[in-house]
């Protein structure tokens, strides 16, 4: 199993940006998919983005694709997301996770580790 730990987040004026990390231990996360999740208050945690473990492709929800970018350094074990032109709809607990061989995005349900999130939060 891969223990996730994300850092990063905190609190910023909209339009602002940030770049959460998420530090893998445990196995390599070379034949993992990584990928990004949030859960925002009252709402089901949902996904954000995702890389392949293959060929680096990458996914995101339509709410995010041109201002979210999602990338993973092996060498480190480390995945990150960096967020640009924060809206306040982007605030949530964000959440870093796994699923062994994946290539596309999967369901929150089917991840194989969890980070413990970190908290971003969008002033308007």
């Known amino acids: 199993q891969v223990q996730l730990v994300e850092s990063g987040g905190g609190s910023v004026q909209a339009g602002g940006s940030l770049r959460l990390s998420c530090a893998a231990s445990?196995?390599?996360?070379?034949?993992?998919?990584m990928g990004w999740f949030r859960q925002a208050p009252g709402k089901e945690r949902e996904f954000v983005a995702t890389?392949?473990?293959?060929?680096?492709?990458?996914y995101y929800t339509d709410s995010v694709k041109g201002r979210f970018t999602i990338s993973r350094d092996n060498a480190k074990n480390t995945v990150y997301l960096e967020m640009n032109s924060l809206k306040p709809e982007d605030t949530a607990v964000y959440y870093c996770?796994?699923?062994?061989?994946?290539?596309?995005?999967?369901?929150?349900?089917?991840?194989?580790?969890w980070g413990q999130g970190t908290q971003v939060t969008v002033s308007s």
């Open positions: 445990g196995r390599t996360i070379r034949y993992h998919g």
């Open positions: 996770a796994t699923k062994y061989g994946a290539l596309r995005p999967w369901s929150p349900s089917d991840s194989s580790s």
């Open positions: 890389i392949a473990w293959t060929d680096d492709n990458t």
